[in-house]
């Protein structure tokens, strides 16, 4: 990692550029923030008025809100110069939130201050997979906000419109995609796809659970987009990686899912998932 500490008068400075020439570090006080060049200058007069990324998100006119542990706000994108978004884009600014029970009742969203960084690991993860065609969206900015041992953390990517998870395709009836059998099964067939593909890249996602797998509905069958990247073990280029570990990390969530709703999928669905994975 190349070293370039610069000063700047309006009390900011460029920390340790990161290896990916896509990003830029900018700190101020006690928050970290890597960010692509498009977006420095918003990021900027986040920091300088003392709010998160998250907490600005969720003070915009224009914000809608995704439901989940921390609502997920979708914000206009921001950002100036050639790379800078259209006018009908936007962001998806989420804040970290621990799973598990104990763990969350004990640190609630904190994380101690060890490696690896878990929104510095999403880049890398995100960044990756791209390289290597796996479908994910795009990091914009992901932001560290220590405090003694801990840090807390945001994490800024494209939205991508027309989209619902695979728990709400399979057992929400009130969302696309649920209660039509053709899309139930594309929707199944298209995740065990997107397994044997992440596996095929030597990439292993191990909290492959069903929330994790974004689909795009668009066309005949939905486009899979994956989530959650900082969970990710990415290997050498042109390896591969077993397939089974994260069948059967998103087979115990559909179960989970079931006995939650009391939705079952039938056999044809997971048969249909088991070819796709072993096709």
Same mark, same amino acid.
């Given at each position: 990692?190349?070293?370039?500490?610069?000063?700047?008068?309006?009390?900011?400075? !460029?920390?340790?550029?990161?290896?990916?020439?896509?990003?830029?570090?900018?700190?101020?006080?006690?928050?970290?923030?890597?960010?692509?060049?498009?977006?420095?200058?918003?990021?900027?007069?986040?920091?300088?008025?003392?709010?998160?990324?998250?907490?600005?998100?969720?003070?915009?006119?224009?914000?809608?809100?995704?439901?989940?542990?921390?609502?997920?706000?979708?914000?206009?994108?921001?950002?100036?110069?050639?790379?800078?978004?259209?006018?009908?884009?936007?962001?998806?600014?989420?804040?970290?939130?621990?799973?598990?029970?104990?763990?969350?009742?004990?640190?609630?969203?904190?994380?101690?201050?060890?490696?690896?960084?878990?929104?510095?690991?999403?880049?890398?993860?995100?960044?990756?997979?791209?390289?290597?065609?796996?479908?994910?969206?795009?990091?914009?900015?992901?932001?560290?906000?220590?405090?003694?041992?801990?840090?807390?953390?945001?994490?800024?990517?494209?939205?991508?419109?027309?989209?619902?998870?695979?728990?709400?395709?399979?057992?929400?009836?009130?969302?696309?995609?649920?209660?039509?059998?053709?899309?139930?099964?594309?929707?199944?067939?298209?995740?065990?796809?997107?397994?044997?593909?992440?596996?095929?890249?030597?990439?292993?996602?191990?909290?492959?659970? !069903?929330?994790?797998?974004?689909?795009?509905?668009?066309?005949? !069958?939905?486009?899979?987009?994956?989530?959650?990247?900082?969970?990710?073990?990415?290997?050498?280029?042109?390896?591969?990686?077993?397939?089974?570990?994260?069948?059967?990390?998103?087979?115990?969530?559909?179960?989970?899912?079931?006995?939650?709703?009391?939705?079952?999928?039938?056999?044809?669905?997971?048969?249909?998932?088991?070819?796709?994975? !072993?096709?």
């Amino acid at each position: 990692m190349e070293r370039n500490e610069v000063r700047r008068k309006d009390g900011l400075r !460029a920390g340790p550029r990161w290896r990916h020439p896509e990003f830029e570090v900018v700190e101020h006080l006690e928050a970290r923030v890597l960010a692509r060049p498009e977006v420095v200058s918003w990021v900027r007069y986040v920091l300088e008025g003392r709010k998160s990324l998250y907490l600005a998100a969720g003070l915009e006119e224009d914000v809608w809100h995704l439901e989940g542990r921390y609502p997920v706000h979708v914000i206009p994108a921001k950002g100036s110069g050639p790379a800078s978004p259209g006018p009908s884009a936007r962001w998806a600014v989420r804040h970290f939130a621990r799973g598990g029970r104990l763990v969350s009742r004990l640190l609630g969203d904190r994380y101690l201050r060890v490696p690896p960084v878990r929104p510095y690991q999403e880049i890398e993860a995100s960044e990756a997979a791209r390289n290597r065609g796996i479908p994910t969206p795009r990091v914009v900015a992901a932001a560290t906000y220590t405090s003694g041992p801990f840090y807390r953390a945001d994490l800024v990517t494209s939205y991508i419109p027309n989209t619902s998870d695979l728990v709400e395709a399979l057992f929400d009836t009130r969302r696309k995609g649920a209660g039509g059998a053709t899309e139930r099964l594309d929707a199944l067939r298209t995740t065990g796809a997107l397994l044997k593909d992440l596996a095929r890249a030597g990439i292993r996602h191990r909290d492959l659970h !069903a929330g994790n797998v974004l689909l795009e509905w668009q066309g005949a !069958a939905p486009r899979p987009h994956l989530l959650d990247l900082d969970r990710c073990d990415v290997g050498a280029e042109g390896t591969t990686v077993p397939v089974t570990p994260m069948f059967q990390r998103l087979r115990r969530s559909l179960l989970k899912w079931e006995r939650r709703t009391g939705l079952n999928l039938s056999e044809q669905e997971w048969k249909t998932l088991a070819d796709a994975v !072993a096709d």
